[in-house]
């Protein structure tokens, strides 16, 4: 895997990184989880709105057993380019897996990246900016998504 160039890896993964990511008779055997895991390769699960599940079963024993098996997971150079995307699932008439509906909406690119300044940190009030800017609550946001507004307001903070 090119780390260098964004990319994107959608489908159908056919497991769940977690069990809050199925409801049924059996959880998911807890090897299963720690493989997945570590095949995943340093990507990011693309959050899913609406729907926490892509995948339901037949129904049997009078439960339907509900997972997200569905997903599309990046690198950091792809979510660098795309952080404002949505991944939403639909549910459809002729499968048991949802559709999923990536929105993408690119940033213009900047044309000087932010780099900290090592002269900074000789300032009094340096380690005290970062902090504030870094403590502030941003609510509940993904942990991307919180990253990329720390590291904003620190930079507008310093800059």
């Not at 008779?25 to 720690?34: A, F, K, N, T």
């Not at 049997?60 to 509900?66: G, Q």
């Not at 995307?85 to 044309?111: D, G, M, R, Y």
């Not at 403590?135 to 991307?144: E, P």
Request: charged fraction near 30%; include cysteine.
């Amino acid at each position: 895997m090119n780390r260098k160039e964004p990319q994107a890896f959608f489908g159908d993964f056919n497991d769940v990184l977690s069990q809050d990511e199925k409801v049924g008779i059996h959880p998911q055997p807890r090897i299963y989880l720690e493989t997945f895991r570590r095949i995943d390769n340093g990507l990011i699960d693309v959050d899913l709105k609406g729907s926490k599940f892509t995948w339901f079963s037949n129904l049997r024993n009078n439960i339907i057993t509900r997972e997200k098996l569905d997903r599309v997971m990046v690198n950091w150079k792809w979510m660098q380019i795309y952080h404002n995307a949505i991944l939403k699932a639909t549910l459809t008439v002729s499968s048991n897996h949802c559709t999923l509906i990536l929105e993408t909406q690119p940033l213009v690119q900047i044309k000087k990246e932010f780099r900290f300044e090592a002269v900074w940190a000789e300032h009094e009030e340096c380690k005290e900016v970062i902090k504030w800017s870094w403590n502030l609550d941003d609510g509940n946001r993904s942990c991307w998504n919180q990253f990329v507004r720390k590291r904003n307001r620190c930079k507008r903070e310093l800059t």
